[in-house]
């Protein structure tokens, strides 16, 4: 089965910077969009930024764009959220998640487009 295992988050001050690693087993990962998404105490889960099968296209929230970068590495099934600059509004759960369909567009944006999701990462941005 599917099976996508989030780290790297952790407590950091405003202006630092985390890396997020998502390991995915179980799907021809080269094929799939991937995407991450957060979800902070009281909101609803919201797209942070995601990248096609290829490399070749990325997608960023407005939120993010300009301080978070997304990245992956087919050789290791894996896929990577850099953030810097980070903010206390960026505290949050993030996830990783995999294009319902394979070869999906990076501007799908809406949770129901993502099959299968990690158990999460906390995030925490303190000010």
């Known amino acids: 089965q599917v099976q996508l295992v989030e780290s790297g988050g952790g407590l950091v001050q405003a202006g630092g910077s985390l890396r997020l690693s998502c390991a995915a087993s179980g799907l021809t990962f080269s094929t799939y969009t991937m995407a991450w998404f957060r979800q902070a105490p009281g909101k609803e889960r919201e797209f942070v930024a995601a990248?096609?099968?290829?490399?070749?296209?990325?997608y960023y929230a407005d939120s993010v764009k300009g301080r978070f970068t997304i990245s992956r590495d087919n050789s290791k099934n894996t896929v990577y959220l850099q953030m810097n600059s980070l903010k206390p509004e960026d505290t949050a759960v993030y996830y990783c998640?995999?294009?319902?369909?394979?070869?999906?567009?990076?501007?799908?944006?809406?949770?129901?487009?993502?099959?299968?999701w990690g158990q999460g990462t906390q995030v925490t941005v303190s000010s």
């Open positions: 998640a995999t294009s319902k369909l394979q070869y999906q567009s990076v501007r799908n944006t809406y949770s129901r487009d993502y099959e299968y």
């Open positions: 990248i096609s099968w290829s490399t070749d296209n990325e």
